[in-house]
């Protein structure tokens, strides 16, 4: 039985490709989209690392915090979250700054919606943080669900046993998030109430 929904957050519940991959392309030259999208078919901070010859020191997280700071989380997600809330814990996993996913997420109204958010402050691997909110609020893997939208996020969920929803509309397309093979793979955040219901 769920009784735990965790989100990642870009690609998920907002969905600010472009504005991440200008972010990270300042920090490393000539990036492309598709070496962008690479970063997030591992642990991002492990996968960019193998790019650190290009590294420009542009602080590319930093870029992005402020951006999420300015971001407010558009009504059909927010009226999602809310009506999860209601039956299941809920919190954020991501790679994006604390406090740039906590002001979001207070500019947004959500902050009551929200028990964690743990950002690239909290942990660099995402894995670890799924053990602290197993630890921290006394579940087990099988009783949570990861909301992802990259091939990444769905193997580090794989390592605690963790099932995922994978999103076909965010950062990754659907090829590229079978490979992890998912969950449930759904078309867009809409779909979200109905899957975990069943």
């Not at 999208?37 to 590319?60: M, P, T, V, W, Y």
């Not at 009504?75 to 996993?93: D, F, H, Q, T």
């Amino acid at each position: 039985m769920i009784k735990c929904i965790i989100f990642d957050f870009d690609g998920v519940i907002i969905n600010h490709f472009e504005k991440d991959f200008e972010c990270f392309q300042k920090k490393y030259p000539n990036l492309t989209k598709d070496e962008f999208k690479i970063f997030f078919e591992g642990n991002f901070f492990i996968q960019a690392n193998k790019l650190k010859e290009r590294d420009n020191g542009f602080d590319g997280d930093e870029c992005y915090n402020q951006h999420l700071k300015k971001t407010i989380i558009p009504n059909k997600a927010k009226e999602i979250i809310k009506e999860l809330s209601k039956n299941y814990l809920l919190g954020i996993i991501s790679s994006s700054p604390n406090e740039g996913l906590n002001i979001c997420v207070n500019n947004s109204n959500l902050k009551e919606n929200f028990s964690f958010v743990y950002g690239c402050d909290t942990h660099k691997l995402k894995l670890e943080k799924f053990k602290m909110v197993f630890e921290n609020f006394n579940l087990k893997p099988e009783e949570c669900v990861f909301v992802t939208d990259t091939l990444g996020d769905i193997l580090e969920s794989k390592k605690v046993s963790m099932k995922a929803i994978a999103l076909e509309n965010g950062y990754h397309e659907r090829e590229r998030l079978e490979k992890g093979n998912p969950w449930k793979i759904i078309s867009s955040f809409e779909k979200l109430i109905e899957t975990i219901n069943k």
